[in-house]
T-cell receptor
Framework: GEDVEQSLFLSVREGDSSVINCTYT??????LYWYKQEPGAGLQLLTY?????DMKQDQRLTVLLNKKDKHLSLRIADTQTGDSAIYFC??????????FGSGTRLQVQP | NAGVTQTPKFRVLKTGQSMTLLCAQD?????MYWYRQDPGMGLRLIHY???????AKGEVPDGYNVSRLKKQNFLLGLESAAPSQTSVYFC?????????????FGEGSRLTVL
């Protein structure tokens, strides 16, 4: 079956860059996504990248996709305390639903 | 602007009891989903629906049943709750399945089975 892996925890200092990584086994997804979950809330779509792209930049967010290595990353520049949350990578594996990674908890220290 | 609403938000059950979680969306979305979230395991798909009157099994369907009698509602039932079903349950909806990738999530329902 599909497998989407993430490291569970990342701690950075305010103002530094954060890089959250995701590896996957199924490469048929048309889009690959990053969702953000703040404490006590549901998930919200943060950004996504089309599978034929290598990079997408959206303000402080940069998504990199390496299809050869099946590796997806999310870089947050100038990380703020408000960025503290759990970040999930997700992809469409052809079942009309998304498969999510285990989530990376980002802790931003002042 | 309600979006996706889940009820109840919290519930404690004893082993063997039954209950139903209700999900309602006001965005006229065709697709609806139930996920469960457990520590270190991300979200796992329980059941989903691609339209009114249809349901399909996801990754972890055992012990759950669902119904989609009305387009705006998706019900998740536990007939005989077990401690392994202690989790946070999320409902989500989307307009055209995963074409755009944007699933809209409810705030979650925290269920504890003693």
């Amino acid at each position: 079956g599909e497998d989407v892996e993430q490291s569970l925890f990342l701690s950075v200092r305010e103002g530094d860059s954060s890089v959250i990584n995701c590896t996957y086994t199924d490469s048929s997804s048309t889009y690959l996504y990053w969702y953000k979950q703040e404490p006590g809330a549901g998930l919200q779509l943060l950004t996504y990248i089309f599978s034929n792209m290598d990079m997408k930049q959206d303000q402080r967010l940069t998504v990199l996709l390496n299809k050869k290595d099946k590796h997806l990353s999310l870089r947050i520049a100038d990380t703020q305390t408000g960025d503290s949350a759990i970040y999930f990578c997700a992809m469409d594996t052809g079942r009309r639903a998304l498969t999510f990674g285990s989530g990376t908890r980002l802790q931003v220290q002042p | 602007n309600a979006g996706v609403t889940q009820t109840p938000k919290f519930r404690v059950l004893k082993t063997g009891q039954s209950m139903t979680l209700l999900c309602a969306q006001d965005m006229n979305h065709e697709y609806m989903y139930w996920y469960r979230q457990d520590p270190g395991m991300g979200l796992r798909l329980i059941h989903y629906s691609v339209g009114e009157g249809t349901t399909a099994k996801g990754e972890v369907p055992d012990g759950y049943n669902v119904s989609r009698l009305k387009k705006q509602n998706f019900l998740l039932g536990l007939e005989s709750a077990a401690p392994s079903q202690t989790s946070v349950y999320f409902c989500a909806s989307s307009r055209t399945g995963t074409d755009t990738g944007e699933l809209f999530f409810g705030e979650g329902s925290r269920l504890t089975v003693l």
